[in-house]
């Protein structure tokens, strides 16, 4: 006889580790990972920060949400971030600074002088910055591991190496084939399967929402001069870089967003090559070596927002998708919010109307 659960949780990312832990000792609750271990896709693979303004306001509900549950689990640790601008954009700057003031985000106006204290041997030419001292450094992997010890103390089961193969609609809600040759009985359907996820809603017959995957790329350099420990994230307000100092090194990427198939993404020479390059134009720093290169891809549906909750279509399906480039410094609130949906439980600290999957029928 098939095995039956309550919910059955598609992907164990962030995504899918965080909800199932919610979840944990609630319902019977399996997750199922493709791969020999959970976390090898987007979330082995982030740039780890915490920052209210990144993903845009639409995220920052969430972020901010999400920051005291961070806290509280020892995982943030103060970085602060600064956004620059070149001269000419020193509007831009002072439009973001007040987009995220009147949210409640705290947000400092920096000019030549100030950007130079946080930034050494800063390049001409950038003329202002906007400094969030609230921003933090993510232990990724320590935050992973937390959900997934969590779900197991809690009786949720984690299946590896166990990709959804088949879908079949039944009465009582689904029966699952997987790749291994298990069939499995749920009630409930959640798809957390990060870049896979409108396959996963093909594979269940579920009209998909246009999740698009797009490549990010990151490189580790070590460069000549010691990289301050506390340098803050260096964002550009055009979007073309950000860099941080991780263990005497730099992390640098040139903030890509390459439309991408869901796969097992790699960094391009191409992108490297432009990532140094913008970098060359921020600091008069001499890089003396690339030590690592990795990529990672980050998810968006067609409105940027992360899409939570049931299928209109399907009251036996739900989505906890769409993550983008924000699934880890919204994973305590966002994982609140989707076990709140599931379990029909109301509260919570985010309104989850503006992630219905609704919006998109
Ligand atoms: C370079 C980079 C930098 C980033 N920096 C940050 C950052 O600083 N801060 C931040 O908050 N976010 C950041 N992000 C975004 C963050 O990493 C993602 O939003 C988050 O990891 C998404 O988690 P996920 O669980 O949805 O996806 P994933 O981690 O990709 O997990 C999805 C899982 O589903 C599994 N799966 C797929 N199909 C199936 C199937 N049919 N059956 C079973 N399993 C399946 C996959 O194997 C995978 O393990 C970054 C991303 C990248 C790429």
Not at 192 to 210: E, F, K, L
Not at 262 to 276: R, V
Not at 322 to 337: M, R, V, W
Request: aromatic letters at 8%.
């Amino acid at each position: 006889m098939e095995q039956r659960y309550d919910i059955v949780v598609v992907g164990a990312g962030m995504a899918g580790a965080s909800l199932g832990a919610a979840l944990g000792g609630r319902a019977r609750i399996l997750v199922i990972e493709a791969e020999d271990r959970p976390g090898y896709h987007s979330t082995g693979r982030s740039a780890a920060f915490w920052t209210e303004s990144y993903g845009g306001p639409g995220v920052q509900p969430l972020t901010t949400a999400s920051g005291p549950m961070l806290r509280e689990l020892g995982v943030l640790a103060p970085r602060a971030a600064l956004t620059l601008g070149r001269e000419g954009q020193e509007a831009d700057v002072a439009d973001f600074a007040a987009r995220y003031r009147d949210i409640g985000v705290e947000v400092e106006l920096l000019d030549r002088a100030g950007i130079e204290r946080h930034v050494p041997r800063l390049r001409p030419g950038w003329s202002c910055g906007a400094l969030e001292p609230s921003c933090c450094d993510i232990d990724v992997a320590g935050l992973h591991q937390h959900y997934l010890a969590q779900g197991r103390r809690t009786g949720v089961d984690l299946w590896c190496r166990a990709a959804l193969a088949g879908a079949q609609r039944i009465p009582a809600g689904w029966m699952l084939a997987l790749s291994d040759g298990r069939r499995v009985e749920c009630g409930i359907l959640v798809n957390a399967a990060g870049a896979w996820a409108d396959a996963v809603a093909r594979i269940a017959g579920v009209r998909p929402i246009g999740i698009t995957p797009y490549r990010r790329t990151v490189v580790q350099l070590a460069v000549s001069a010691a990289v301050p420990a506390d340098l803050p994230l260096v964002l550009d307000i055009s979007e073309s870089f950000y860099f941080k100092p991780e263990s005497g090194r730099l992390w640098l990427s040139p903030h890509d967003e390459t439309p991408s198939a869901a796969c097992d993404a790699a960094a391009e020479e191409i992108d490297i090559a432009i990532a140094i390059d913008r970098f060359e134009h921020v600091v008069d720093w001499r890089i003396e070596r690339l030590e690592h290169r990795w990529a990672g891809l980050r998810s968006f549906t067609p409105d940027r927002l992360p899409v939570y909750g049931f299928a209109p279509q399907d009251a036996a399906f739900f989505w906890f998708a769409g993550q983008g480039g924000f699934g880890i410094q919204t994973a305590p609130a966002a994982a609140d919010l989707a076990a709140r949906l599931l379990l029909a439980e109301p509260g919570g600290a985010v309104d989850p109307q503006p992630y219905s999957p609704s919006r998109f029928s």
